[in-house]
């Protein structure tokens, strides 16, 4: 089967052809640098790494290019506020932004272009548009890009130019030809950093940037491009205007967009107050939870990231890392090499074939991580069973590991130590609970003295004690052990 996406531009899924046999070129519209990012700009970070190690996985040679904007007037006037340069607020917010990419171990880019190295490529573009009559510069130094002069614009969005045209009540700008010409250089302001160009001191517009980028380093044309839903209009729209307006070729083959997600179905916004940094996310409950939660949904859908969504991640990935850490304690064990049971081996088969369905099929995560889950199930049940240990599960325990962490590491989940990422689950919901871990220490210790005095009595009277703070004890052959009810 082969590999299928679904094209926002023609709303349809379609085999995926690449232009170049065999290579894949991807540009993702990466963030304006001028903050830490919200936790929503993750999920194309995380969704597009899984898209480039799925083609890869695939024999694709992908050529991923994120970029970084730098110029921005968000960034001039942070930068103001703070009393630092554009390029010393950016260069702080790119680091910032990769330490919480690499720590998430999503693969580096193939490069991170930035606006302010291509600012003569960019220069060269608008002069071209302007030579080709599909811009125009003004009086005041602006140069716009003329969507009259541009007969598709307005496909990728489906909007019609003169209904744009009827939609605006107020004439916010008397050198525009069209209301919906849009800057693709801005005359500087007092105070701004500026370029020189042919019309003068100033900077670019924003959406020019991504089509110089994308050419310079892929190309005219590019296989996929990617982003979130809320760049189709204008981004994305005037990208596609821009390149194919200069070049007159098609700009980009598979437009795929991720959607969105709300807290507790609201839209995260800052007049709700409610948006919230990848980084402070990560610092409350950590970096898996964050993937899997994105991972869960498929990637044009709604994801909520509401308290119960969390905690069923939060209980999920506990469930999985249990099973991981039982599946090593089961390989370090001393036992017969026997053959896999042919019933797991038969499961294992079909979970790999449902996993390259699912995520041939759009990039279904979500279905994805279904035979995570139930491969998971038949191992539990196969293996944890009371008695005495058998050699098969040792077998199985193998084929087992080895198969979560090799589909896991295409979705970037899953590659966690089992034992240190189950400790730092239990530390982290101790924390909601304020609980700390030294005075659970001290209450089991007490429960195994009491035991080894027979006091009876008090032992379960500390066993409910714990267990109405979501603490489980289990006594097992190497000594009573606790963790976190998840
Ligand atoms: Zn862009």
């Known amino acids: 089967m082969s590999i299928k996406i679904y094209n926002s531009m023609s709303k349809k899924k379609e085999d995926f052809k690449t232009l170049e046999e065999g290579k894949v070129s991807m540009y993702v519209c990466g963030p304006t640098v001028y903050d830490f990012l919200h936790v929503g700009n993750f999920r194309g970070a995380i969704f597009f790494n899984a898209v480039r190690n799925w083609l890869e996985k695939n024999g694709y040679e992908v050529n991923y290019v994120y970029n970084y904007t730098d110029v921005d007037d968000k960034i001039i006037n942070r930068a103001n506020e703070l009393g630092i340069t554009p ?24 490069s991170n272009p930035k606006v302010s190295e291509h600012i003569d490529n960019i220069i060269k573009m608008i002069s071209s548009l302007i030579e080709k009559d599909k811009a125009y510069a003004t009086p005041s130094g602006d140069v716009y890009f003329s969507v009259e002069n541009f007969a598709d614009y307005g496909k990728l969005s489906n909007k019609n130019i003169d209904e744009l045209q009827e939609g605006v009540r107020i004439e916010v700008n008397k050198e525009k030809k069209h209301n919906s010409d849009f800057a ?82 609201q839209k995260m916004s800052k007049s709700l107050g ?22 869960s949904s498929h990637y044009r859908s709604v994801i909520d990231f509401s308290d119960i969504q969390i905690g069923r991640s939060i ?18 064990k001393d036992l017969a090499l026997v053959p ?50 058998k050699p098969e599960y040792k077998a ?91």
């Open 87 to 110: 390029k010393e607020l950016s260069e702080k917010y790119i680091a910032e932004f990769e330490k919480d990419y690499s720590g998430l171990r999503l693969r580096p880019h193939t």
């Open 184 to 265: 693709l250089w801005k005359g500087a302001k007092e105070g701004e950093v500026s370029w020189a160009s042919p019309w003068g001191e100033g900077r670019p517009g924003w959406h020019i940037e991504c089509s110089v980028m994308a050419k310079e380093v892929l190309g005219e044309s590019i296989d996929i491009h990617g982003g979130g839903l809320d760049l189709v209009f204008p981004h994305h729209e005037n990208e596609i205007a821009q390149s194919e307006a200069c070049s007159g070729k098609q700009y980009v083959k598979y437009w795929m967009h991720n959607n969105m997600l709300e807290f507790g179905n």
């Open 274 to 295: 409610n948006v919230k940094t990848g980084r402070s996310f990560i610092e409350e409950y950590n970096g898996e939870v964050l993937k899997f939660l994105n991972l």
């Open 315 to 332: 209980a999920s990935l506990g469930k999985f890392y249990s099973s991981l850490k039982h599946a090593e304690s089961l390989i370090a």
């Open 340 to 389: 896999v049971p042919a019933e797991f081996q038969k499961l294992v088969e079909e979970c790999t074939k449902s996993f390259e369905d699912s995520m041939n099929n759009d990039f279904n995560t979500a279905d994805a991580l279904s035979f995570f889950f139930e491969l998971m199930r038949q191992f539990n049940n196969l293996t944890r069973k009371p008695g005495k240990v």
């Open 396 to 486: 199985i325990a193998e084929v087992y590991l080895s198969w979560i962490k090799d589909k896991g590491s295409i979705i970037a989940l899953f590659q966690e130590d089992p034992s240190e990422y189950l400790n730092l689950l239990d530390d982290m919901l101790l924390r909601q609970k304020n609980l700390k871990r030294e005075d659970i220490d001290q209450l089991v210790k007490e429960r195994t003295q009491v035991r080894a005095d027979k006091n009876y009595a008090r032992s379960d009277e500390i066993r409910d004690e714990l267990a109405e703070k979501g603490i489980l004890v289990s006594d097992t052959p190497e000594g009573t052990t606790w963790e976190v009810e998840k």
